[in-house]
């Protein structure tokens, strides 16, 4: 009892100490915000980073020295948190690669290639753990359709020794707290539960492909530029500086490359990106690359910041669109943002990315998210609220997602609880089409294949559940994987042949369909089935 006061006390202390200040940072001369700018407490390696309005929010103890940086940009360090309410960054002279001058030509290429010579030099090669704030987003034409925000530790047992091909292979990857909303995107099955891995990925300094590429992939996610640097064209653009050192700025392009089909020559998949690159130790101090295949596009961002004379990163932004087969677009945007970093084997762990039955684990800890560091949010969360929850706060949405995920997950285990939940969470929201099974399915399995294909173009507007009428919950499994019916979001409750559903439905046979209206009514309780053509004009018609 008195060790568990005390360190309550000291908790209580710490929280009572720190002060969390917000700010934002403008160019002086313009007044335009200065986004993505690093801003740390001297002497250690917490911080944060401003967001695209140049806004922050930072936890600060009384007396501390905060310092902000940018490329292009003087550093200013602030002795006081009453001055961070307004940062003014004075811009710094860029001198074009035109008028620079040196002794003898700047060889961009050799430049690149003496970057990651010098990785062991400029980055950590001893173990580390570094806290991270993760934030993703989905948009679907527009509309926001998924929001997940996590606070995730990265374990690196080898430092920046040698770059990796793979995020979370060497690397141990830990969630510690998780919020998020319900998924409403198209591509909502398709969705990793969290990339962690991926965004982790967009540090080129600690991730780089280890064998040479025929053709350039636009859905590798990691840097080629290493290893196969002789396809690409380097250009040194001038100098410009970064925390009072001058910097090259130098860009790449990737040799045009195209392959013959029936249809004629398709372009194959181009990047170009820039490098900044230190003159004096020749660290990566920034990299950015856009990498596009046809109208689809990923854009990377890597920023690092110096903490006892190495870099680490402090920001990574992937974002990206991909064009749907009915000319749809679908966008994301993940970004991975630095907040502490700790040494010493006492903050060692092991762990991988964690799987979406892992992540339901967590629960969700509103006082968490008040008291801690994360990336500031922009007027874009209003447009988040109302696209995701119809005006319900953000809070409420993570708190209903942990809900949600609950009773669709594991509908053998308290089936009958499970689906009446989703009936009543359904009303006001959607349609339920509801088909009733069981694993003896041989003589229909038409109708599932139909019943699975019917929920991929309507999946936002119906929500399609299968019932199964089996009494042994392994036979139902069997069956399932048997015939892959947990493709494609439908939702699965095993519920027995005896069930108050099947009795309420008058369920004598089946398979057996089931409409349920938005406000839980049962508008037919024997439907036609997905084999009758019919059924899709009812579909309109409900929809209207």
């Known amino acids: 009892m008195y060790v568990w006061l005390v360190m309550g006390l000291a908790i209580g202390t710490v929280a009572f100490a720190q002060q969390r200040v917000d700010g934002r940072v403008v160019d002086s001369e313009t007044n335009e915000p200065v986004p ?75 430049i690149v290639r003496r970057a990651f010579a010098h990785i062991a030099e400029n980055y950590p090669t001893e173990p580390f753990l570094q806290n991270f704030f993760y934030r993703h987003y989905n948009q679907d034409d527009h509309e926001y359709g998924r929001l997940i925000e996590a ?60 064998e040479k590429q025929t053709h350039l992939s636009f859905y590798s996610d990691v840097s080629n530029l290493k290893i196969d640097a002789e396809d690409y064209a380097f250009e040194f653009n001038g100098v410009t500086t970064y925390d009072e050192q001058n910097v090259y700025e130098i860009t790449y392009t990737y040799k045009t490359d195209s392959v013959l089909t029936t ?113 500031k949010t922009t007027p874009l969360e209003d447009k988040i609220i109302r696209d995701l929850g119809g005006g319900q706060s953000l809070d409420s949405q993570f708190d209903l997602y942990q809900q949600y995920e609950y009773h669709v997950s594991n509908g053998g285990v308290e089936g009958e609880k499970k689906f009446a939940w989703l009936r009543q969470f359904s009303r006001g929201r959607q349609l339920l089409f509801v088909g009733f099974w069981a694993s003896d399915c041989h003589r229909y399995l038409v109708e599932l294949e139909l019943f699975k294909r019917l929920q991929k173009t309507y999946r936002n507007k119906i929500t399609f559940v299968l019932v199964s009428a089996d009494e042994d919950e392994d ?33 004598l046979d089946v398979p057996h369909f089931v409409w349920i209206g938005q406000e839980g009514e049962t508008l ?21």
């Open 36 to 110: 993505f700018a690093s801003v740390g407490i001297v002497g250690t390696s917490r911080g944060t980073s401003t967001n695209l309005n140049g806004e922050f929010s930072l936890l600060v103890e009384p007396g501390a020295v905060v310092k902000i940086t940018c490329i292009g940009y003087r550093s200013e360090v602030i002795e006081s948190a009453d001055r961070l309410a307004l940062v003014r960054l004075v811009a710094s002279t860029t001198a074009l690669a035109e008028v620079v001058v040196f002794r003898r030509q700047v060889d961009p290429r050799k």
């Open 524 to 544: 037919t309780a024997n439907a036609l089935p997905p084999s009758n053509p019919l059924l899709e004009r009812a579909f309109r018609e409900k929809l209207r």
């Open 475 to 507: 036979r139902w499994r069997a069956a399932m994987m048997r015939f892959n019916l947990f493709a494609d979001g439908i939702i699965h409750y095993r519920l027995g042949r005896g069930s108050a559903a099947a009795r309420e439905f008058n369920v």
């Open 263 to 375: 249809g004629g020559y398709r372009q194959l998949p181009a990047a170009r990106g820039t490098l900044f690159i230190t003159m004096d130790g020749y660290a990566i101090v920034k990299a950015e690359e856009v990498r596009t295949e046809g109208a689809n596009e990923v854009r990377s961002v890597a920023r690092y910041r110096k903490f006892n004379n190495t870099y680490y990163p402090y920001h990574l932004i992937r974002e990206g669109n991909t064009q749907t087969a009915d000319g749809s677009v679908h966008t994301f945007h993940i970004e991975l943002m630095s907040i502490e970093i700790r040494r010493g084997e006492t903050e060692k762990f092991s762990g991988r990315e964690p799987t979406k039955a892992e992540l339901l684990e967590i629960p969700y800890n509103p006082a968490f998210w008040n008291s801690n560091t994360v990336l």
């Open 151 to 210: 606070a995730v530790d990265v374990w690196k047992e080898h430092g920046y020794r040698v770059p990796q091909a793979a995020a979370g292979v060497r690397d141990a990857i830990r969630v510690n707290q998780l919020r998020r909303s319900l998924d409403k995107t198209v591509m909502a099955q398709g969705h990793e539960p969290i990339s962690i891995r991926y965004i982790l990925q967009a540090d080129v300094v600690g991730y780089q492909a280890r």
